[in-house]
C-alpha cells in the first residue's frame, strides 16, 4: 500500500462547479498535509497546507483533513479553466522529507 | 510564497560528459533543499535530501556516486549528473524547505543526453 494514495483521474468538471480532491495516508505520524498544482511541463506550485483536524479555506480553495479516518481533500469552488492542472497531495514524512500521491489530474471543461 | 530558481533551466549534452544543475532559495535562508527527477507523465520522485554543511542524504536506488550533491550555503544547492547517459534525461526539479516544513520548488531542469 502506497504512504498517500490519490485517485489517478482524469476527474473532468464543468466550469464554475465545485471540484472535490481527496487523498488518503497510511502513516499516522503524519502531522501536516500539502497540496501541490502542476501545470503540464511545469514544476509544482505550493497551494495550501493544514495541519489541523477541519477545514481551512483560502480564497476559492478549502482544504480539509480528517485525521481519524486518515483523509484529506481540496475543494476548488468556480472552478475555472485555468484550474486544469495535476494536484499531488503531499504528507510530511520525519523531520521535512515529504511524501507525495501520484496526483490527480483535473480538466475543467468551458 | 518563496522563490526558488534552479539553472540552467534546459540542458543538451552528450552521453559521458557531467551537468551541473544549481538552485537557490533567493528570498530565504534553506537548511534543507530536496532533489527530485520526474519522468513523463509520472511522480516526483525524490532523489535527495540536501542538509548545508553535511552529506546528502540519498533515497534507495539513487547512485550517490552518479548523482552529486553539494549544499555549500544556506541559499545553494547543486547537483551535478556524472557520465550522463540517456536513460538520465529528465525533469529536475529541487525544493528549498522553511523550518516549518513547507517546501517550494524551483522550476524545474529538463536535461537531455544525447
Known amino acids: 500500500q502506497k504512504e498517500v494514495e490519490q485517485n489517478s483521474g482524469p476527474l473532468s468538471v464543468p466550469e464554475g462547479a465545485i471540484a472535490s480532491l481527496n487523498c488518503t495516508y497510511s502513516d499516522r505520524g503524519s502531522q501536516s498535509f500539502f497540496w501541490y498544482r502542476q501545470y503540464s511541463g511545469k514544476s509544482p506550485e505550493l497551494i495550501m497546507f493544514i495541519y489541523s483536524n477541519g477545514d481551512k479555506e483560502d480564497g476559492r480553495f478549502t482544504a480539509q483533513l480528517n485525521k481519524a479516518s486518515q483523509y484529506v481533500s481540496l475543494l476548488i469552488r468556480d472552478s475555472q479553466p485555468s484550474d486544469s492542472a495535476t494536484y499531488l497531495c503531499a504528507g510530511h514524512q520525519g523531520a521535512q522529507k515529504l511524501v507525495f500521491g501520484q496526483g490527480t489530474r483535473l480538466t475543467i471543461n468551458p | 510564497g518563496a522563490v526558488v530558481s534552479q539553472h540552467p533551466s534546459w540542458v543538451i549534452c552528450k552521453s559521458g560528459t557531467s551537468v551541473k544543475i544549481e538552485c537557490r532559495s533567493l528570498d530565504f535562508q534553506a537548511t534543507t533543499m530536496f532533489w527530485y527527477r520526474q519522468f513523463p507523465k509520472q511522480s516526483l520522485m525524490l532523489m535527495a535530501t540536501?542538509?548545508?554543511?553535511?552529506?546528502?542524504?540519498?533515497e534507495q536506488g539513487v547512485e550517490k556516486d552518479k548523482f552529486l550533491i553539494n549544499h555549500a550555503s544556506l541559499t545553494l544547492s547543486t547537483l551535478t549528473v556524472t557520465s550522463a547517459h540517456p536513460e538520465d534525461s529528465s525533469f529536475y526539479i529541487c525544493?528549498?524547505?522553511?523550518?516549518?516544513?513547507?517546501?517550494?520548488f524551483g522550476p524545474g531542469t529538463r536535461l537531455l543526453v544525447l
Open positions: 525544493s528549498a524547505s522553511r523550518p516549518a516544513g513547507t517546501q517550494y
Open positions: 540536501s542538509n548545508e554543511g553535511s552529506k546528502a542524504t540519498y
